[in-house]
T-cell receptor
Framework: QKEVEQNSGPLSVPEGAIASLNCTYS??????FFWYRQYSGKSPELIMF????GDKEDGRFTAQLNKASQYVSLLIRDSQPSDSATYLC??????????FGAGTILRVKS | DTEVTQTPKHLVMGMTNKKSLKCEQH?????MYWYKQKAKKPPELMFV???????INESVPSRFSPECPNSSLLNLHLHALQPEDSALYLC???????????FGPGTRLTVT
């Protein structure tokens, strides 16, 4: 079983700040990486996916991938209280199997 | 539209009952998945269907029986469950292998 590691948090940031969420993975052959947001009692919601080294931006979200360091991160700019949730990093294993990290709890304080 | 629907939203069943969970997507996706999620844990993969064929079974007990009647529908048949099977059951779909997966709202299952 390949591993995906995340700091469980909680990560607390003030409203308007940049939240930085980090994830490392063990399978050097992994090609596809995903970030999901999950509110308490709800299902995971896909917010970003990235396949190539570098940055990918979508609105206030930026995903960063460094395959050499086996590291993927999610930046949330201008954080809002509504961004408070658990953020799940997921990595696609060979065979179409998505492996999730344990999740990072983000709290944005107004 | 990236909508996956699941019914029922909530289900309470006894250990001797038989029930089914249903999942539907109309995005033309070719892969569908069942996950189980316990409180404060990440989703755990149970089954993967690719092009309506079962491609992954993560050593799930036989009291869980998946079925894919067509490319839009996925069922999970439940029989003789245990209280520890109580969890949120999530269905997901993706355009194909290695692509992003979209989750439905889930079915909250309680086994009494």
């Amino acid at each position: 079983q390949k591993e995906v590691e995340q700091n469980s948090g909680p990560l607390s940031v003030p409203e308007g700040a940049i939240a930085s969420l980090n994830c490392t993975y063990s399978d050097r052959g992994s090609q596809s990486f995903f970030w999901y947001r999950q509110y308490s009692g709800k299902s995971p919601e896909l917010i970003m996916f990235i396949y190539s080294n570098g940055d990918k931006e979508d609105g206030r979200f930026t995903a960063q991938l460094n395959k050499a360091s086996q590291y993927v991160s999610l930046l949330i700019r201008d954080s809002q209280p509504s961004d408070s949730a658990t953020y799940l990093c997921a990595v696609m294993e060979y065979g179409n199997k998505l492996v999730f990290g344990a999740g990072t709890i983000l709290r944005v304080k107004s | 539209d990236t909508e996956v629907t699941q019914t029922p939203k909530h289900l309470v069943m006894g250990m001797t009952n038989k029930k089914s969970l249903k999942c539907e997507q109309h995005m033309g996706h070719r892969a569908m998945y069942w996950y189980k999620q316990k409180a404060k844990k990440p989703p755990e993969l149970m089954f993967v269907y690719s092009y309506e064929k079962l491609s992954i079974n993560e050593s799930v007990p036989s009291r869980f029986s998946p079925e894919c009647p067509n490319s839009s529908l996925l069922n999970l048949h439940l029989h003789a469950l245990q209280p520890e099977d109580s969890a949120l059951y999530l269905c997901a779909s993706s355009p194909g292998r290695d692509y992003e997966q979209y989750f439905g709202p889930g079915t909250r299952l309680t086994v009494t």
